[in-house]
Nanobody
Framework: QVQLVESGGGLVQPGGSLRLSCAASGFTLNDYAIGWFRQAPGKEREGLSCISGSDGSTYYAGSVKGRFTISRDNAKNTVYLQMNSLNSEDTAVYSC?????????WGQGTQVTVSS
């Protein structure tokens, strides 16, 4: 059974950092691309970053490029999102997803709140 579990969210001050984790089970992580998304209250879901399964190549949305870094630990079957220089506009629920055998799977999400 495919499952994604996010963790690492919380309350952080502006300018601070957090590292989110997306722990995968039910499939081999390095065979599939994993994406990170976020959704703030009243806003549409936004794609932030993804990492390919084949060669580990990465993509970043303009809103996070230079501040966020995606990485993968195949031994732990986990993808990370290192988030630096956080600001209030980064406040949202962050989720990861995978396209596996014809459908998308999502985790439950983890809340990130940036506030002083």
């Amino acid at each position: 059974q495919v499952q994604l579990v996010e963790s690492g969210g919380g309350l952080v001050q502006p300018g601070g950092s957090l590292r989110l984790s997306c722990a995968a089970s039910g499939f081999t992580l390095n065979d599939y691309a994993i994406g990170w998304f976020r959704q703030a209250p009243g806003k549409e879901r936004e794609g932030l970053s993804c990492i390919s399964g084949s060669d580990g190549s990465t993509y970043y949305a303009g809103s996070v490029k230079g501040r966020f870094t995606i990485s993968r630990d195949n031994a732990k079957n986990t993808v990370y999102l290192q988030m630096n220089s956080l600001n209030s506009e980064d406040t949202a629920v962050y989720s990861c997803n995978v396209y596996f055998r014809g459908r998308y799977y999502w985790g439950q999400g983890t809340q990130v709140t940036v506030s002083s």
